[in-house]
């Protein structure tokens, strides 16, 4: 199918020739730089997916399967997931190619657990670059490994509106560099997307030496100067500018003075029908003056009457415009619900009071706006959000100053930022996407508008760091904070929830947040303290249990009384609100700790070792046959040895005692032994026990030949990868033996059958590869042998080779049948 073809099916309109030269360029560009409003979404979209199912046979092989769109901060990422899905469902592929939404959760759609599927992943710069460091935000510890290893292989990034991505755009850079010397499975390209690009902004460290290699697409000179092609409208759009009088700081003068914008540039017929359907949208830098906004609109409405009283000679009052807030600080269904807002006040009209949470990723077009001085590369966005199609003959934007001489007057920017986009405003007096077309700006006012130098720049030795995700003695992990944004804009999310006494946890600890009980907030100094007052509470992987959080860390969840308050549906997240939270439903498990094992228990039916893993090995089979040849043969015989031996461990006494108490349906008979029940099982007698340590072990004891499989066995929960040691919440061993999660030294396990004509012999364990240097026989440790194993892999093809056989187990685990022969 020719790409124009297919993209008018996509969309229900033309394409524009930028798109279908990205979609045909050859090779793949490296940058791309478009006007805000151009289609740029479309434009990579849809050419990614085409390339992927209609390129040519040498494209199709080049392209990833996965596409990771990146937005910055406070974005509404769910109505670009919204317009991806509808153009994909256009094309009848909606069961073949998934769109999910990264925003936390223990399921997170689930959409690691079929690494080969082609999926669109869309989500903020704090979700996926967390996941690609391995530390994956609003997610559980156990499955950071898997998004890790499938982000960082056969998968496209792109990075839309990176001017705005703080230190989280040398990330990009430094993790490009990275993955060119590791090493991935398949393609892993980057593209970075702007309206507003400077290759420069990407010469960090690792990557400098790349830059000046980049290949850049952008609109040709004669689509920008043409007049009649379907683009024209969009780029000569009439915006013209003008200071407003009045300041963020004085909310009920600026109301005033909106409400007469509003009320101007609305269409004659709109007045005398007194419906003014104008849509205004006003930008203010923090949700506090957003607020503030807000409440001087529709707490004291009396500006938007006389306003509309003068100007439409009426002798009585009538209502005010609708007036809508948005921030990022929002639960998803009210997130929901004021989206679905703004599209029908697009139609109906009314004013929108907003964060930069619109800068990107929100498809919409005032007619005014309003928006407080920026830095340029987020006024050239915030800009893009008027007239957006060049509908309007008449188009009006204010820029509303700010005080930068003031102490946190220029917040969260950095004064020069401002001040230098101050002067270039009082010099326009038009800023249609030609007039603020980068070719009109010399390169000395581009330094001084678009100033990057990051303040954390990731190194190599950290990066390998992160492979390891073992917890140190007190819960702590190393904080990647400061490489995905900026000092003072870091996120965390809360959820509220009702319960009876102090303690969480009794009688039994509190579900894990579901994604719609979720409530992103920004970590500054206000917000740590509100939630130091309310003694918040955060999930304990060790010890499987919600603890009081001493110290509030970026990309966590914590839990709050929803008595406490802190929240409202007009206004989100809001620690001077003191009424109670009316929380969510909340159903389901307690997020899952270090001894906890969900996929073995609680399954739709009890399975034997042997009746699970021929279902594993069936889906591991599955996934291979859709890889292709991307793997190796060898690496493709480990994962299917590791397939056969992952459960060896569950024959362990400490795991078949608990599933004896849980009333199997029948005796086991000789050889067999229990992987699945279809019910609530006690708590091990030891806790921490791991049965798949005792797997890998075993492996070791009886002289498995490769190591990969080793690892891959002990890895395949996500809970022992680099180290064996013991942790301060397990049971020692008597006599002083060895002991580490659960298991101790001179552990035996008796005969068991795998599956597959394959017999587990009877084995005693052996704790010797948890010590550092050579064993008593002359054995390497197990934390040595995995740095061996790093050696030729890399973290991230090492990574992926664990997500597929995590994903073919708990595919298994989640669709468990009986089987007629379990040998």
């Not at 069961?95 to 690494?115: A, C, I, S």
């Not at 509106?161 to 989280?168: A, H, P, R, T, W």
Request: aromatic content about 8%.
């Amino acid at each position: 199918m020719h790409y124009r073809e297919f993209f008018q099916t996509a969309t229900g309109y033309s394409a524009y020739d930028y798109q279908v030269r990205l979609a045909e360029a050859d090779p793949w560009p490296d940058l791309l730089e478009a006007p805000t409003g151009a289609g740029k979404t479309e434009a990579i979209v849809l050419a990614w997916l085409w390339r992927r199912r209609y390129g040519p046979a040498k494209v199709r092989a080049a392209t990833p399967r996965r596409l990771a769109y990146t937005l910055p901060m406070r974005v509404l990422v769910e109505q670009t997931q919204e317009r991806v899905g509808k153009w994909i469902k256009a094309l009848g592929w909606e069961k073949e190619v998934g769109v999910h939404l990264l925003m936390g959760g223990e399921t997170d759609n689930e959409w690691d657990l079929y690494p080969e599927r082609e999926a669109v992943l869309i989500g903020t710069q704090d979700m996926l670059l967390s996941r690609a460091l391995n530390r994956g935000y609003a997610l559980g510890r156990a499955r950071w490994p898997l998004p890790y290893g499938l982000l960082n292989n056969d998968c496209l990034w792109v990075f839309d509106e990176v001017q705005l991505m703080g230190s989280g755009l040398a990330t990009t850079a430094q993790l490009a560099a990275f993955r060119e010397k590791f090493g991935v499975w398949g393609h892993c390209p980057t593209l970075w997307v702007s309206a507003t690009l400077r290759g420069v902004w990407l010469a960090t460290v690792d990557f400098r030496g790349k830059v000046e290699e980049l290949t850049k697409h952008e609109l040709s000179e004669g689509e920008w100067k043409a007049s009649d092609s379907s683009l024209a409208a969009r780029l000569k759009a009439n915006k013209t500018l003008a200071a407003a009088m009045a300041t963020a700081d004085e909310p009920k003068k600026l109301a005033e003075e909106i409400c007469k914008a509003h009320l101007t540039l609305a269409e004659p017929k709109e007045l005398a029908e007194h419906q003014p359907r104008t849509l205004t949208l006003v930008v203010v830098n923090t949700v506090k003056k957003a607020v503030a906004l807000y409440e001087a609109l529709t707490v004291q409405p009396t500006a938007a009457k006389r306003g509309k009283k003068a100007l439409a000679g009426q002798a009585s009052l009538d209502p005010a415009p609708d007036v809508l807030l948005l921030h990022s600080r929002f639960r998803t269904p009210e997130r929901r619900a004021k989206m679905e807002k703004l599209r029908q006040m697009e139609k109906d009209g009314g004013i929108v009071i907003a964060t930069q949470v619109v800068e990107a990723g929100v498809d919409i077009s005032a007619r005014n706006l309003f928006t407080e001085l920026s830095p340029w590369a987020s006024f050239v966005q915030r800009v893009g959000r008027c007239n957006r199609k060049g509908e309007f003959e008449q188009a009006k934007v204010f820029w509303i100053n700010v005080d930068t001489a003031q102490k946190d007057g220029s917040a969260p920017y950095e004064p020069d930022e401002l001040d230098a986009a101050r002067e270039a405003l009082k010099k326009l007096h038009h800023v249609g996407p030609c007039a603020l077309h980068l070719a009109e700006l010399g390169e000395k006012r581009l330094a001084g508008l678009y100033p990057y130098e990051a303040k954390y720049v990731i190194r190599r030795r950290t990066a390998e760091e992160l492979f390891d995700t073992t917890p140190d003695l007190t819960g702590a992990d190393l904080d990647i904070s400061l490489y995905i944004r900026e000092n003072d804009e870091h996120d965390g999310q809360v959820f509220w929830r009702n319960w009876e006494g102090d303690d969480p946890n009794r009688p039994q600890p509190q579900p894990a947040p579901a994604r719609d009980e979720l409530c992103p907030v920004s970590l500054n100094k206000e917000t740590r303290a509100w939630l130091d007052e309310k003694n918040c509470w955060r999930w304990d992987f060790l010890e499987s249990r919600w603890q009081r959080a001493e110290n509030i860390v970026p990309g966590q969840i914590y839990l709050l009384r929803a008595g406490d308050g802190g929240y409202s549906p007009e206004k989100g997240f809001d620690p001077d609100a003191k009424e109670p939270v009316t929380p969510l439903n909340a159903i389901g498990q307690a997020p899952e700790g270090n001894d906890g094992d969900p996929y073995s228990t609680e399954r739709k039916i009890w399975q034997t070792i042997a009746a699970h893993t021929n279902q594993v090995v069936e889906e591991l089979e599955k996934i291979l046959d859709e890889l292709g040849p991307s793997l190796t043969e060898r690496e493709r015989a480990e994962l299917r040895h590791a397939a056969r031996w992952h459960d060896w461990g569950k024959v362990h006494s400490v795991f078949q005692s608990v599933f004896l108490q849980a009333s199997p349906p029948r005796a086991l008979s000789g050889g067999e032994g229990w992987a699945k029940s279809s019910g609530k099982v006690p708590r091990y007698e030891r806790p921490g026990f791991r049965h798949e340590l005792a797997s890998a072990l075993g492996m070791l004891a009886q002289g498995h030949p490769d190591f990969l499989a080793c690892y891959l066995v002990a890895a395949h929960h996500g809970k022992v990868r680099v180290s064996i040691r013991s942790l301060p919440t397990e049971k020692p061993a008597p006599d002083g033996r060895r002991f580490a999660r659960g298991v101790w030294e001179g552990d035996r396990m008796p005969r068991v059958k795998l599956g597959g004509g394959v017999t587990a012999p009877e084995i005693t364990l052996s704790l010797a590869p948890m010590e550092l240097g050579l064993s008593e026989n002359g054995q390497r440790s197990w934390a040595e042998r995995v740095f061996n194993l790093l050696e030729p892999y890399g973290p991230y093809r090492l990574a992926y080779l664990e997500a597929l056989l995590c994903a073919a187990d708990r595919r298994a685990s989640a669709n468990a049948r009986p089987e007629a022969s379990n040998d």
